[in-house]
């Protein structure tokens, strides 16, 4: 499963820089990483489990994963739409997290064990999925393209 995940990683990551280079806005993407990766490895040196490197890197990676989809949002309520491609790719994303909060409540029910920053992370990203949400199951499920309201 790990081989299939990195493997779809590069291949996303492969169209988005090659085949799909024209598509990119220049124009409307105007966010500044910067405010995504500097709070996340704060906080992943301030609130971990343990002080170690490995630690820290799986920290901040995870409190990364839980804001990473702002620039595309910010694009997307920047610009007033989003492309039908898109829509359907930030749902899958955002539902894959969502049903993490499933998988922690399975194993906390039959292992006891809970990751309390994998909880909090994840719950932060469905929450930022929460209006984009409603958007996609109003509009793009039945057959509109997805517009914010004006």
């Not at 799986?58 to 990473?68: G, H, N, P």
């Not at 309520?77 to 998988?103: C, D, P, V």
């Not at 064990?113 to 949400?133: K, N, P």
Request: proline share 2%; charged share 15%; glycine share 2%.
């Amino acid at each position: 499963m790990k081989m299939i995940f990195i493997m779809a990683s590069y291949a996303t990551v492969y169209l988005m820089y090659v085949k799909f280079k024209a598509t990119y806005d220049h124009n409307h993407d105007t966010f500044r990483i910067e405010f995504l990766l500097i709070p996340s490895l704060v906080m992943a040196l301030l609130i971990n489990h343990e002080f170690s490197v490995m630690e820290v890197l799986w920290t901040f990676s995870i409190y990364l994963e839980s804001v990473a989809i702002l620039p595309q949002l910010f694009l997307v309520s920047k610009t007033g739409e989003a492309e039908s491609i898109t829509s359907h790719y930030l749902f899958a994303l955002g539902s894959y997290r969502a049903l993490y909060l499933l998988n922690w409540v399975y194993r906390y029910v039959v292992e006891d064990h809970y990751e309390l920053i994998a909880i909090i992370s994840g719950v932060v990203q469905t929450v930022l999925y929460c209006d984009f949400f409603y958007l996609y199951i109003t509009k793009v499920l039945k057959g509109k393209k997805l517009q914010l309201p004006a």
